[in-house]
């Protein structure tokens, strides 16, 4: 690292902030004439005097290496995870802000802790001081801001978290930027959703479809997409969102509808629980797979100019689809019979190690508790412009093979588990509710 840099970086530091030589020498403890003689190229500046000014000053000057510097908040998450392995294998030092919790959920990144390209710290987006000390100290090329409240049922129970974290998490990471210097340099992805779209007004949804949110999550959600449309327009920030379509994977929360019954047909087909209780059958989704839909955030940032894009297959399938093929997968054929609260998937046939015991059994049912007070029912994404615009090909992984890897995955996860599994059944069927029954 040249010494030129260093002070560069050191004299726009002090420029933004104010601050005058003479103050600067008095805060690490040392006389002007040093400062003078550093900044006139005469003496070297030490790395233990790098490291004080680092320390007193709170931001970083010396930048070991010319690789990419990308900032993800929620990194712990399922596309945390993924973007962090795709940016570190694409170069970049990839830093993650991560949240104190009393017990330890980093599990999706725990095997790049410890990798010399992966950096941790602590910030939450409903406190704006951590995010301007994260921010100022990372000095970022790129922000992916993943973080929130990310469940639609649990915005009904929540909403003022959600808020908090969704809407005005959103514009505290704009303005952090902005009170850092950095928002000529920075490029800021902001994770934006096919929820916005909400009581849908037309299929398939495209960039142009009007916005209906139908939840506190859509609502939070639709102010943090207009506030960074907002700054990209009033400040001339390079600042879009992906409006993604549902991404699911092997990584996905157990909450979420595609987890639930991936991990009840491998607990099912393994003996480890009776039944699985849904909500809405019908729900119609486009879901892809999260490992590919993390390039195109990338991709986004990357683009000449600052754009919002529709990320999603084309293709869509009901919650009813996505549990026949999960089963069929396990060895389970299931039949639907009934409709509305009485619909029940039956087995009516099995294969390979499955008990026959099963057949005629209701392996699913359907429960109110699992009904939102607005269900968004009807989700089709036209990612036409992302294939266009970034060359991006949506049809990477298909709807059965999202499946079968997902379920793949749980057979293992759930073989392993043994015993332990067998208690944690009752508690998982409930615990997005928040319930045990
Ligand atoms: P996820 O698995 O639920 O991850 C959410 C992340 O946000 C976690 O790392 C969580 O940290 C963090 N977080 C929550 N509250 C926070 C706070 N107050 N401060 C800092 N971090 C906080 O979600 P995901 O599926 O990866 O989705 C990523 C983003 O894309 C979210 O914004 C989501 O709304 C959006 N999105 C997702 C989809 C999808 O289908 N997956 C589609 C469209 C948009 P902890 O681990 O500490 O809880
Ligand atoms: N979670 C859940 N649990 N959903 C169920 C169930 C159930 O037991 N039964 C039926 N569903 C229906 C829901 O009513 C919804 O219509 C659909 O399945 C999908 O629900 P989720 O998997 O919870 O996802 P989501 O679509 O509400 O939200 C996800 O995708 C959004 C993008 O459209 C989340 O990842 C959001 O963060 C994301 O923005």
Not at 17 to 23: A, D, L
Not at 97 to 107: G, K, L, T, W
Not at 139 to 148: K, S
Not at 189 to 201: C, P, R, W
């Amino acid at each position: 690292m040249k010494d030129e840099t260093i002070i560069k970086n050191l004299k726009t530091i002090m420029n933004r902030r104010g601050i005058s030589q003479r103050e600067l020498a008095n805060m690490i403890g040392k006389d002007e004439t040093v400062i003078s003689r550093w900044f006139a190229g005469k003496v070297g500046i030490s790395t233990s005097s790098i490291k004080l000014l680092e320390t007193v000053l709170g931001e970083k000057i010396l930048i070991e290496s010319d690789k990419k510097r990308a900032l993800i908040t929620g990194v712990t998450g399922q596309d945390g995870s993924y973007l962090s392995e795709f940016l570190i294998e694409k170069g970049y030092d990839v830093h993650g802000i991560i949240r104190r919790s009393s017990v330890d959920f980093r599990e999706r990144i725990a095997h790049l802790e410890g990798h010399p390209q992966f950096h941790l710290h602590y910030g939450d987006l409903g406190d704006s001081m951590s995010l301007v000390k994260v921010i100022g100290m990372v000095r970022p090329d790129e922000i992916y801001n993943l973080a929130a409240q990310s469940h639609v049922q649990v915005s009904f129970d929540s909403p003022e978290f959600t808020a908090d974290i969704d809407a005005t998490g959103v514009l505290r990471v704009l303005e952090a930027v902005r009170a850092c210097g950095l928002e000529k340099t920075c490029r800021i992805y902001q994770a934006s959703t096919s929820e916005l779209y909400g009581k849908v007004e037309e299929v398939p949804q495209n960039e142009n479809t009007p916005f209906h949110p139908y939840s506190p999550y859509a609502v939070a959600k639709l102010y943090g997409f207009w506030i960074v449309k907002e700054y990209r327009e009033a400040y001339n920030m390079f600042c879009c969102s992906g409006i993604l379509f549902n991404h699911e994977s092997e990584r996905r929360g157990e909450t979420f509808v595609t987890r639930k019954i991936t991990l009840a047909a491998a607990r099912i087909a393994q003996g480890m629980q009776d039944c699985l209780y849904l909500g809405n059958l019908s729900s119609l989704r486009d879901w892809g797979y999260a490992k590919d839909y993390v390039e195109c955030m990338w991709l986004i940032l990357q683009n000449k100019i600052p754009e919002d894009f529709v990320i999603a297959t084309g293709v869509q399938h009901s919650v009813r689809e996505f549990a026949y093929y999960a089963f069929k997968h396990v060895g389970i054929e299931l039949e639907f019979r009934g409709e509305g609260l009485r619909e029940v998937g039956v087995c009516v046939k099995v294969r390979g190690n499955v008990s026959k015991d099963l057949v005629g059994k209701e392996l699913i049912r359907v429960s109110e508790d699992f009904y939102r007070p607005t269900d968004v029912v009807n989700l089709w994404g036209d990612p036409t412009k992302a294939k266009a615009k970034l060359g991006w090909n949506p049809s990477k992984t298909s709807f059965e093979e999202l499946v079968k890897l997902m379920v793949e995955s749980d057979m293992a996860k759930v073989a392993s588990e043994g015993v332990a599994a067998k208690v944690r059944t009752n508690l998982a069927e409930y615990l997005e509710k928040g319930i045990v029954k």
